[in-house]
């Protein structure tokens, strides 16, 4: 199984589908990570481009991931779908064949996500299987059009997610995050039996050749 992750930013892949990402390489899968928008000029103080791509390269070690960006040089918020981006990213990864792709959910009110599920759904066009969208906190906490539909148990892997998301010092999370990630990963769970830990993703389309 071959799966490109298309995120908008570090850490998105982390909050996102690092539980299902990590099941599936216990499974065999080859994994492609695309951060559109690089560690680079940062705008929450505290935090620049060395601190954090520190943080990405730690949070990627532990599932053995590379990682490749369109851009280090765009701020954030700046990320517009545009013809060159997507022919971008069709240089980068066109040539391969990809079970499954997962990206930002088009709901989230940040809008480098927004523009970032248009980047994937364009590139989708390719040989690509399946598409996925998925939650990152905090910008899926409003998002009222996201509407799950493949649930993945990630009891095995919710540590390994965890120990990911905490190479982020940077981001200062507070005892009272991760009690959301955690609630939010046990609700996924209430929604297939018998897991504890889960991630949720809406399924855009599947092909079945
Ligand atoms: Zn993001």
Known sequence: MKILVIA?????????CAGTIAKFIGEG????????????EEITP??????????LEASLDILGLKWKTLSSKLKRPHIQCSPAMVTKIDKLFGDNHYDLVITNDPGDFHQDHVETFKLANSFCRKDVNELWTMEVLPYSNRNTTFTPNVFV??????????HMISCYESLNLSAP???NISALAKYRAIQIPEASYAEAFQQYFRKIR
């Open 177 to 179: 995050d991760f009690a």
């Open 153 to 162: 148990d990630i009891e095995d892997h919710f540590d390994a997610k965890l």
């Open 8 to 16: 908008a930013h570090p850490d998105d892949m982390e909050f996102g």
């Open 46 to 55: 505290g935090r620049n481009k060395q601190i954090v791509e520190a943080e």
């Open 29 to 40: 899968a080859k994994i492609d990570l695309l951060i559109v928008v690089g560690p680079g």
